[in-house]
């Protein structure tokens, strides 16, 4: 047995390192390590609750909004706070956009490259390029002067030997299986897809201020609604909003999902690998009737155990008894010690670094091993994300999921239990983008719908003020992030935040095992996974690639002997 390390495992954002043991050719153990620190949970300590938000959503710079309106969620849920229609909708369409957008960048830019081979697109024929692609889809770019164009600008990169945003590939590793015009027709929407993106965020500039981290409120939306004033959202801003949201529809339907169907065949076997926990978790999110009415969330909130998908558990998230986080293989300390669970509102965050410098060999992980701490619902461990939000739609009998599942199943003609899986969770990721395609026009449409009737309020300023505010008050905020379950949980005491913990979607997947050795859905994904060259772990990506991970706010530097070079000081 052999053990190899990826560190860093890039097109990621943060800072993980996989460790994994190989043995006839295929994954035995595997150890998901977060090497950064975070630690807003301690800065935040002693603020004002209402700027919260500012603070998380600079957690990291691809969630972008999420964390913020998980924040001011917790804070309104803590002082008993309702916000207008108008600023549901607006939230709404701002976590579509993110999601659109995290989705498509996700697919092409972080993930595609584990299916597609760049290089062996200088292979493909123009012309049958452009049958393929005018066979699966309608999109305008898909002529043979387009693809022979595009292939002579790769040629002369890969000629000059300077591959740019491509180097370092695995190219021509015996995992990639596509043909030579289908790798050219993801490497066309690859390109196609970084002029799009920065379309599509507009709606957060347009709500929000900006992109990244768009302004928030807590008691509603930081915007105000004029229909012919040019320094509010006014009817040339709205209008463009809709133009925009066709836009992404369109992408999505004409660019996204063909691509998947025609890339997918190849792989079916990825239908079988990566399968992991078969445990999923999803706290719900985009209210149509605000936020405490849990039964207008368009995405449903649920538990599934061991792949059942004919029982969906309630999730309760103040109950001491469900969320808990563990720190028996992290490096944290609790005053009660190592072997407890604490529900996030009595959640501590204190380090406690036991682990080498860097450089070093290998992780010891008979001991704490990581900076994530291990939660656990109920006491099992718990895949969060697009697969899970998909199958407890599906499972709870949504028509917008069943309809999306079965008709990916139906042209893959796979059975359901291949959703469990690498190509199932590459997959839901796509189904979701779909639905969330059209649900943004719908919020969209009630907005305008809204506006029409009269009501422009886009915040509840009432309980602003910290005057009215009981002494000590507790508050959830969660949402449905891209990569899944986010939630944030604050104590407050005399008009300051006394406790705040954040558990996101990252920690539930790539955190180490808890004190009963059970495996988190990192870890647990990647055993039995296939190996052909432990030299190039392209199948190792593939897995971890397909859960998106995302671990932010690294405060540390080092030099290349593992001294201490510089401490970041936030704020």
């Not at 997959?427 to 719908?442: L, P, V, Y």
């Not at 009215?468 to 992030?481: I, L, N, R």
Request: include cysteine.
């Amino acid at each position: 047995m052999s053990r190899i390390v990826i560190d860093p495992i890039t097109r990621i954002e943060g800072h993980l390192r996989i460790e994994a043991d190989i043995q006839n050719g295929k994954v035995e153990n595997a150890y998901s390590s977060g090497t950064m620190v975070r630690l807003l949970e301690e800065i935040l300590k002693g603020r004002d609750p209402r700027d919260a938000w500012a603070f998380v959503g600079r957690v990291c710079g691809v969630c972008t909004s999420v964390h913020s309106l998980a924040s001011c969620r917790a804070v309104e849920d803590a002082l008993g706070i309702t916000i207008p229609p108008n600023a549901e909708m607006v939230r709404n369409l701002m976590f579509c956009t993110q999601y659109m957008h995290d989705h498509v960048v996700h697919f092409y830019h972080l993930h595609a490259m584990d299916w597609v081979d760049v290089v062996d697109s200088l292979k493909a024929d123009p012309k049958k390029t452009s049958e393929i692609a005018q066979s699966i889809s309608s999109y305008p770019k898909s002529s043979p002067g387009y693809f022979s164009d595009l292939q002579k600008r790769v040629k002369k990169f890969v000629e000059s030997g300077q591959l740019g945003i491509f180097a370092n590939g695995y190219w021509g590793h015996a995992a990639y299986k596509l043909p030579s015009e289908i790798n050219l027709i993801g490497l066309a929407h690859y390109l196609e897809a970084l002029e799009w993106q920065k379309e599509i965020v507009k709606i957060h500039t347009i709500f929000g201020g900006k992109n990244p981290h768009p302004n928030f409120l807590v008691g509603g939306m930081a915007c105000s609604i004029g229909i012919d004033d040019v320094s509010a959202i006014n009817a040339e801003r709205l209008a463009y909003v809709q133009q925009l949201l066709y836009q992404a529809r369109d992408f999505i339907n004409q660019v996204y999902i063909p691509d998947l169907l025609a890339i997918a065949p190849y792989y079916l076997d990825w239908g079988g690998i990566g399968g992991g926990l078969g445990n999923y978790l999803v706290y719900g999110d985009l209210p149509d009737n605000g936020y405490s009415d849990t039964a207008s969330y368009r995405f449903p909130a649920g538990a599934i155990l061991n792949k059942d998908l004919s029982k969906v558990y309630e999730v309760d998230l103040r109950s001491d008894s469900e969320v808990q986080e563990f720190i028996s293989n992290s490096w944290y300390t609790y005053a009660g010690g190592d072997s407890v669970g604490l529900h996030p509102w009595k959640g501590e965050t204190k380090l406690n670094y036991t682990g080498p410098k860097p450089p070093y060999e290998h992780l010891d992980v008979e001991q704490k091993y990581s900076f994530l701490k291990t939660p656990r619902w109920k006491g099992n461990a718990m895949e969060v994300g697009p697969l899970a939000r998909v199958l407890v739609g599906y499972a709870r009998g949504k028509e917008e999921f069943k309809a999306a599942v079965d008709s990916v199943l139906s042209v893959l003609k796979v059975p359901a239990a291949a959703l469990f899986s690498t190509l199932g969770r590459t997959a839901a990721r796509a189904i979701e983008s779909q639905i969330i395609a059209n649900w943004a026009i719908d919020f969209y449409d009630k907005l305008i719908q809204n506006i029409k009737n009269g009501d422009t309020r886009m915040a509840d300023m009432e309980k602003f003020d910290p005057k009215k505010w009981p002494a000590k008050a507790t508050g959830v905020g969660h949402t449905e992030a891209p990569r899944g379950a986010l939630g944030h949980w604050i104590v407050i005491e005399d008009s300051k935040i006394a406790n705040y913990q954040l558990v996101v979607p990252t920690t539930w997947n790539a955190s180490p095992r808890d004190a009963k050795g059970q495996m988190s859905a990192y870890e647990s994904a990647l055993l039995q996974t296939p190996i052909a060259n432990p030299e190039q772990p392209l199948e190792i990506l593939r897995t971890i690639h397909s859960f998106d991970p995302c671990l932010a706010c690294a405060v540390h530097l080092y030099d290349e002997n593992g001294k201490h070079l510089s401490r970041v000081k936030v704020l």
